[in-house]
């Protein structure tokens, strides 16, 4: 089974910093992309970033630079480096990791159980 555990959310002033993680357990399954998406009361679940297994990064066209995404293999993390925070990003963030079982080639979302950032004007 796939499992992600995140962690660093919290209250933020506006303007300030804030690091997400993401810890991945993956035993029986190759994991393609792990990204990052946020969701507000009302909204449908949006695309913040992802990385791929070859380290291609896919950004949306929000938060418009302010976030970056990395990705550690070795420990099996995925971190969302957030900068210049605004009162908009205020969202629960949800750690998403696009996997498949080993000798299967249908890929499948997996979720973590979703971190609140809140940032204050």
């Known amino acids: 089974q796939v499992q992600l555990v995140e962690s660093g959310g919290g209250l933020v002033q506006a303007g300030g910093s804030l690091t997400l993680s993401c810890a991945v357990s993956?035993?029986?399954?190759?994991?393609?992309?792990l990204g990052w998406y946020r969701q507000v009361p009302g909204n449908q679940r949006e695309l913040v970033a992802k990385?791929?297994?070859?380290?291609?990064?896919t950004y949306a066209l929000s938060p418009e630079g302010r976030f970056s995404v990395s990705r550690d293999n070795a420990k099996g993390t995925v971190n969302l480096h957030m900068n210049n925070l605004k009162p908009e990003d205020t969202a629960v963030y949800y750690c998403n990791a696009e996997a498949r079982r080993y000798g299967r080639t249908d890929i499948h979302h997996y979720w973590g159980q979703g971190t609140q950032v809140t940032v204050s004007s």
């Open positions: 993956k035993s029986g399954f190759t994991v393609e992309a």
């Open positions: 990385v791929s297994s070859s380290s291609t990064q």
